[in-house]
């Protein structure tokens, strides 16, 4: 079973840039689809990111640009750069795994990490 462990975030102005990691356990990381999702107050988790094990990415429309999702197999470790941050990234972050992309599209999990909490203001 996967178990992961999020970090990196923090309070940002906007315009700034913070980097998350996910640390991945349990699976052998390198066959596997990792996502990063966020849940803001009052909002459903949604997908931000995904890569496949291939290194494969993809984005929500909101974060293109803006936000590049990469692998470390040999750290079993996936990376969140976000950069030219905004007030409505605000949210907590977290990722997950899967050896199906689809699934880590769907995002319908049992269980998840503590996450890591983005805060962007001035």
């Known amino acids: 079973q996967v178990q992961v462990v999020e970090s990196g975030g923090g309070l940002v102005q906007p315009g700034g840039s913070l980097r998350l990691s996910c640390a991945a356990s349990g699976i052998i990381f390198s066959i596997y689809a990792m996502g990063w999702y966020r849940q803001a107050p009052g909002k459903q988790r949604e997908l931000v990111a995904s890569?496949?094990?291939?290194?494969?990415?993809n984005y929500r429309d909101s974060v293109k640009g803006r936000f590049t999702i990469s692998r470390d197999n040999a750290k079993k470790t996936v990376y969140l750069q976000m950069n030219i941050l905004k007030p409505e990234d605000t949210a907590v972050y977290y990722c997950?795994?899967?050896?199906?992309?689809?699934?880590?599209?769907?995002?319908?999990?049992?269980?998840w990490g503590q996450g890591t909490q983005v805060t962007v203001s001035s």
């Open positions: 997950n795994a899967d050896r199906r992309l689809d699934a880590v599209v769907a995002g319908l999990f049992p269980s």
């Open positions: 890569i496949n094990s291939g290194g494969r990415t």
